[in-house]
């Protein structure tokens, strides 16, 4: 059993920063690619950053320059620093991964809320 557990979000004014963390647990033989995606109200779930195994990293374009997604091997963990937070910003994140556990699968946090309001 594999699961991945989020934490960071919350409400912040516009210009602001958060970073989110997201630890997997469980029977892990290896993790390869990590990534955050978000969903906002009435929006399809969006790529926001990725990072693989090798560290290569790609971000959409609406987050390029502000976010900064990073992992930690030795903690099975992925982070998403945010900068420069807007509105648009605003959604639900959720943390992925590709992991080989007792099958390779891909598992998905249950998602932490991201307000960026003032």
């Known amino acids: 059993q594999v699961q991945l557990v989020e934490s960071g979000g919350g409400l912040v004014q516009p210009g602001g920063s958060l970073r989110l963390s997201c630890a997997a647990s469980g029977s892990i033989f290896s993790i390869y690619a990590m990534g955050w995606y978000r969903q906002a109200p009435g929006k399809q779930r969006e790529l926001v950053a990725a990072?693989?195994?090798?560290?290569?990293?790609n971000y959409a374009d609406s987050v390029k320059g502000r976010f900064t997604i990073s992992r930690d091997n030795a903690k099975n963990t992925v982070y998403l620093q945010m900068n420069s937070l807007k509105p648009e910003d605003t959604a639900v994140y959720y943390c992925?991964?590709?992991?080989?556990?007792?099958?390779?699968?891909?598992?998905w946090g249950q998602g932490t809320q991201v307000t960026v309001s003032s």
């Open positions: 990072i693989a195994s090798g560290d290569s990293t």
């Open positions: 992925n991964a590709h992991i080989l556990s007792v099958v390779e699968n891909d598992y």
